[in-house]
């Protein structure tokens, strides 16, 4: 029977529970000779797959035992739920759960729990011919040290290479005018972690050349200069309109401080702070206690100074972002130049060693995919599989959730099962690709078009185990109170 469940489920609230449960319940219902067999569940991490192998094991090593035996309340629960859901007897909960067990010993190499790493790993194994790799390739896990040797490669061909050596130059050159360690191993090292994203192989494809770059670099340049102008202009002017005054004869001395902000570039932080605006707004620039001749004095400009400060209040709500963004792409782009070298010198040294990194894992299959009209790696490892279980599914990266489509159509598409579970709130891998808005669209009906014919079945696991109940409360009272009262983004 073909069952499609998306579990929705927060912290504490008995996620690898439901998992562990589920898991078994599919081993007890197989008809395979070998009942975890055609079980395959993915989780993110080795603790997780470690916890959760345990937990498999252990639960159905205490149902064999027979209910009155069983010590731990959170197994208690599950016999209970197994023997309700599956409609068993305690007889039967009992021989099937000693079946269960004694394949997974007896087979334990097909005892499939592991993170989506190691499955893409054991799919690229059975296909190194196909996917036109080395047969004895070896895995590397420590992208620091192919990134050390990838920069220092590229270092060593300054002065034998000219463009490279007169970017670098201009880039050290440039962090010197800015204040900053001339040095750019740190920064050269730092970008390139880049490569190792999911997302880096297209992106790496489409930089443009350095020519290319150099234009753009002056273009930017002129606008960066364009906009410090402005602003160098309106100090000027303010600077001039208030020359007479004592600083001390301003309220909290806000202008002065500001106007030494402005005095001098780059324009790093120049908002004009909360305070200071209603000075502006408010066209009051002294305290009742200061010198009447002060006061006199400031009374005199105060309309020129408003209408100066309202005209820079205006060209920074219109253009300083821009400026900020101008300024870290004309220093991005020093970098970004050289990254394709770089990548290319990781990837020789890839090919030198029989190297493949665990990053490439997922873009190796997609890459094939997207050529292949039929996914025929999938056809031997995915005719073995025919029940999955995701843990995590919110730090799912685009690439990985595509390579496992192929594998979830097959088996829902033949009687089999999928269990997702995962929480947006808990998604902490954007930074290696993670993307929530998968999930949530899955949880709004939003599938993928090859998954559309199957109907989902969308559960929230409600209950919190892990928290007290005043926590839980409070928490609650809290954001019902709060959340009709913040704005939408």
């Known amino acids: ?97 000693k079946l269960v067990l004694d394949g997974i010993i007896h087979y334990y190499s097909l005892f499939s729990v592991s993170t989506i790493d190691k499955f893409i790993h054991k799919i690229i194994r059975g296909f190194t011919y196909e996917l036109d790799l080395p047969s004895n390739f070896e895995v590397e896990m420590d992208n620091e040290k192919m990134i050390q040797e990838g920069v220092f490669k590229l270092l060593d061909e300054l002065g034998l290479n000219k463009s490279l050596t007169t970017n670098l130059i201009n880039y050290s050159s440039y962090k010197t005018a800015e204040n900053k360690n001339w040095d750019v191993e740190e920064d050269l090292l730092k970008i390139s972690k880049q490569l190792f994203k999911d997302s880096a192989s297209g992106s790496i494809k489409n930089l443009i050349d350095s020519e290319s770059i150099k234009d753009k670099q002056k273009e930017l340049i002129t606008k960066i200069k364009d906009f410090e102008s402005k602003i160098n202009l309106y100090y000027n002017h303010i600077n001039n309109i208030v020359s007479n005054i004592p600083k001390t004869a301003f309220i909290y001395q806000d202008l002065p401080r500001y106007l030494d902000k402005i005095k001098v570039q780059p324009y790093l932080d120049i908002i004009i702070s909360k305070r200071l605006s209603l000075a502006i707004q408010n066209n009051h620039w002294y305290k009742k206690t200061e010198l009447d001749s002060n006061k006199q004095k400031i009374d005199l400009i105060s309309d020129a100074l408003c ?18 963004f101008n300024r870290e792409c004309y220093r991005s782009f020093f970098l970004t130049s050289v990254l394709s070298r770089i990548d290319n010198n990781i990837s020789k040294i890839k090919e030198e060693n029989n190297i493949i990194h665990i990053s490439q894992f997922n873009q190796i299959i997609f890459r094939f995919l997207e050529k292949s009209s039929t996914p025929f790696i999938y056809e031997k490892i995915g005719t073995r599989y025919n029940n999955y279980f995701i843990d995590e599914f919110q730090d799912t990266s685009v690439i990985q959730w595509q390579n496992l489509m192929p594998l979830l159509e097959e088996a829902l598409s033949s009687g089999g099962s999928c269990l997702i579970v995962g929480d947006g709130k808990q998604s902490i891998y954007r930074w290696r690709g993670g993307e929530v808005s998968q999930f949530l669209e899955l949880c709004g009906h939003q599938h993928n078009q090859s998954l559309n014919q199957f109907e989902t079945i969308i559960k929230s696991l409600n209950i919190n185990y892990r928290s007290g109940f005043q926590i839980v409360d409070f928490n609650n009272k809290f954001f019902s109170f709060i959340a009709p009262k913040l704005k939408s983004s």
Do not use: H, W
């Not at 035992?65 to 009992?94: F, Q």
């Not at 209408?307 to 900020?324: G, N, P, Q, V």
């Open 307 to 324: 209408e100066k400060l309202t005209e820079l209040t205006e060209l920074l709500e219109s253009d300083y972002s821009i400026y900020l």
């Open 1 to 97: 029977m073909t069952v499609f469940q998306i579990y929705k489920a927060s912290a504490g609230s008995g996620k690898t529970y439901t998992l562990v449960k589920e898991y078994i319940k599919c081993a007890l219902l197989s008809t395979n000779k070998i009942p975890q067999k055609p079980l395959l569940a993915i989780t993110f991490t080795n603790k997780a797959a470690s916890e959760m192998k345990t937990r498999i094991i252990d639960s159905l090593f205490q149902f064999t035992s027979g209910r009155e035996n069983i010590k731990d309340n959170s197994c208690i629960k599950m016999y209970d739920d197994l023997i309700i859901e599956l409609k068993y007897n305690d007889a039967k909960l009992i021989q099937n759960s």
